[in-house]
């Protein structure tokens, strides 16, 4: 009949449970770690899908009124005002972006705080 050894017993058995144990430690760390980072991917594709709406709609609504000009000036000054809001948005959106990676560094959670 073989004796049973314990991990205690047997050094070998010890060794290998230790290496499993800081290996489960590795990966439930990384797998929080990927999770988190997906989750702030997330966030930040959130945010810019909502932006591109945005600029989509105010390029949509800027066809709408060029189409309705009755002249060059006219449609200058639409044009211009497009451009203008345009450089505005772009603007505002780089900040809100930067604020959002500088949340997401500082608490791992990427959300905009100034919308909260």
Known sequence: ???????ASNPMDANL?????????????MARLTARSAQGMLAAHQHVAG???RRLQRDLDAARRLG??????????????????AIADYAEEATALMRV??????????????HH
């Open 1 to 7: 009949m073989t004796a049973r050894t314990t991990p």
């Open 17 to 29: 449970m230790h290496i499993a144990a800081a290996n489960h430690r590795a990966l439930t760390a």
């Open 51 to 53: 932006f591109v709406a």
């Open 68 to 85: 309705k000009c009755k002249d060059a000036p006219e449609a200058m000054a639409v044009t211009q005002s497009l451009c203008m809001q």
């Open 101 to 114: 990676g500088a949340n997401a560094i500082a608490t791992g959670t990427a959300e905009d705080p100034a």
